[in-house]
């Protein structure tokens, strides 16, 4: 959040990788205004033209950022000519799409878009009611040592405060902190504003909708019945898990002109992680081999994992996460594959 001319703005940064899809549309679905980010040495990339679906799915303003114009090979003319053909004709060229250069690193351009922001805000007439019950998006989720369940929301109505009871798809508690996105607590949480929130009986899904219930004892009720649902759902799923093949004994399977199921665990460190791998792994699958997930969440690889992971012949994936000493362990004894990843390409690749 910073504060330009007495207004506060809030933004969410989604990452630019391909594999990143549906946090990039969530995004465009929580916001208000989608500020596009171009450089201006590379010009309009394949998730550049991709973002910009998104944003005219969601109905939103798009306002475009043209960085790094202080680079040697930028050329910020190619980039407008790029965004005329996706119809996002600049102010300057007798469009309506507002474009702002700027160099990031030298500060260039900064309060520039600050202001452009005000401005779409105030034409846009965005608005909200502070008053009455909070609602909002669950942005993203993860699994705190210390603290257990954290999901980082946004709200769009009303106003949340420490010890409201409230539901996030499957997940539902008392709100027993507010961490703002410095790290400091706060007691109430407004319109636009994202807090992480702690208190939740487990994690929600990136992209659930949170509200305030009642009481407790409603949050308790619905989320319980989501979860039940949810359950029923995944061990539908669970029926199709084959005989897995460890991923190296795969190659020797395929060879020998067999078909083969990769059995996998994953493991991530959020939400919109373990979405992103799940959807590029899926990708992979060929006649030959098929991936199949036995289990995924959030959080540390754990001794579970290795049971389950022993028991369905599967390999276990963390993606930003490591198993824990005793699951390290456990692991050994039960000659059990773990690989650990940070970043995607890598995780494909092999």
Do not use: C
Not at 72 to 92: C, G, I, T, Y
Not at 194 to 217: C, I
Not at 287 to 297: K, P
């Amino acid at each position: 959040q910073v504060e330009k001319d007495g207004h506060l703005l809030t933004f969410l940064d989604t990452p630019g990788h391909a594999a990143f899809t549906q946090m990039r549309a969530r995004g465009a679905e929580a916001t208000d205004i989608v500020v596009l980010v171009v450089a201006a040495d590379d010009g309009v990339m394949p998730q550049t033209i991709e973002a910009i679906s998104h944003a005219k799915a969601a109905d939103v303003p798009i306002v475009v950022a043209v960085n790094k114009i202080d680079k040697d090979n930028a050329d910020p003319q190619r980039v407008l000519s790029q965004l005329a053909e996706h119809e996002l004709v600049p102010e300057s060229w007798g469009g309506d799409t507002i474009v702002v250069e700027m160099a990031a690193i030298e500060r260039l351009g900064i309060d520039e878009l600050l202001e452009q922001l005000n401005v779409v805000a105030e034409l846009e007439e965005l608005t909200a009611n502070p008053e009455g019950r909070a609602k909002g998006v669950v942005l993203e989720a993860n699994v705190d040592v210390g603290r257990g369940p954290v999901a980082t929301i946004i709200v769009d109505k009303g106003t949340l405060s420490v010890g409201d009871p409230i539901v996030a798809g499957a997940a539902w508690g008392r709100v027993r902190a507010m961490l703002n996105e410095r790290g400091e607590q706060v007691k109430t949480a407004g319109p636009s504003t994202p807090v992480q929130v702690l208190g939740l009986s487990s994690v929600p899904e990136a992209g659930d909708e949170f509200r305030v219930a009642p009481d407790e004892k409603v949050a308790r009720t619905v989320g319980e019945a989501r979860e039940f649902r949810l359950r029923m759902k995944a061990q539908r799923g669970d029926a199709r898990v084959k005989a897995g093949t460890k991923l190296e004994d795969i190659f020797a399977q395929i060879q020998s002109g067999e078909t083969a199921t990769l059995n996998l665990i994953l493991r991530a460190d959020v939400q919109g992680s373990l979405e992103a791998v799940t959807e590029s792994l899926r990708k992979l699958d060929r006649d030959e081999v098929s991936v199949s997930f036995v289990h995924r969440s959030v959080g540390a690889i754990s001794e579970n994992d290795i049971t389950l992971a022993e028991t369905t012949n599967a390999t276990i994936i963390g993606f930003n996460v490591r198993p824990d000493r005793k699951a390290r362990a456990a692991a050994e004894a039960a000659d059990v594959e773990i690989r650990t990843y940070e970043i995607i390409y890598k995780l494909l690749e092999d």
